[in-house]
T-cell receptor
């Protein structure tokens, strides 16, 4: 199967930095998405990595190493509103058209004052 | 540009009834995906559709579940003879050919 593994829960302090790791099997995925999901709400897009390296977007950065099957999401200058679940999702092509997302179980991040 | 729309947002059904969940993709998107999220779990892919075609239904249970995306109108996920284990949040996402999937607000199905 195509497993996506990420920690279940992390706690950090307001203003700090948190790194959420995600590991996956190296075959089968063409890229990696990160989504944020607040309780009871829809996932919202954060980042998409298809090439190796770091993608920076404001306070959020995402890194991908395809050879190692490893990605991380870095949240800087944490704010209370960042308390949410962060979902790592591998992308695989479906019959050369469209993308199927395989999600990990999500990492619940709790930001404390 | 309206986002992905789903209705109803909340649906309560008794065991044995049918549940119909609707999804209207973003304007210009012809690819629709359905995902299920059980309480305290991650999202699981169910089915991928384009207009009038089911492209991949590898995540759909073999019985009681069906999906369609007609030429006109929204995509429909239909669950017949619902059971308690079907209680979950059902999310629809749409995308252009490749790239980011935009998620709708979800339908929370409760089976009593």
């Amino acid at each position: 199967g195509q497993n996506i593994d990420q920690p279940t829960e992390m706690t950090a302090t307001e203003g700090a930095i948190v790194q959420i790791n995600c590991t996956y099997q190296t075959s089968g995925f063409n890229g990696l998405f990160w989504y944020q999901q607040h309780a009871g709400e829809a996932p919202t897009f954060l980042s998409y990595n298809v090439l190796d390296g770091l993608e920076e977007k404001g306070r959020f950065s995402s890194f991908l190493s395809r050879s190692k099957g490893y990605s991380y999401l870095l949240l800087k200058e944490l704010q209370m509103k960042d308390s949410a679940s962060y979902l790592c999702a591998g992308v695989s092509m479906i019959k050369a058209a469209g993308n199927k997302l395989t999600f990990g179980g999500g990492t619940r991040v709790l930001v404390k004052p | 540009n309206a986002g992905v729309m789903q209705n109803p947002r909340h649906l309560v059904r008794r065991r044995g009834q049918e549940a119909r969940l609707r999804c209207s993709p973003m304007k210009g998107h012809s690819h629709v995906y359905w995902y299920r999220q059980l309480p305290e779990e991650g999202l699981k892919f169910m089915v991928y559709l384009q207009k009038e075609n089911i492209i991949d239904e590898s995540g759909m249970p073999k019985e009681r579940f069906s999906a369609e995306f007609p030429k006109e109108g929204p995509s429909i996920l239909r669950i017949q003879q619902v059971v308690r284990g079907d209680s979950a949040a059902y999310f629809c996402a749409s995308s252009p050919l490749v790239g980011e999937q935009y998620f709708g607000p979800g339908t929370r199905l409760t089976v009593t």
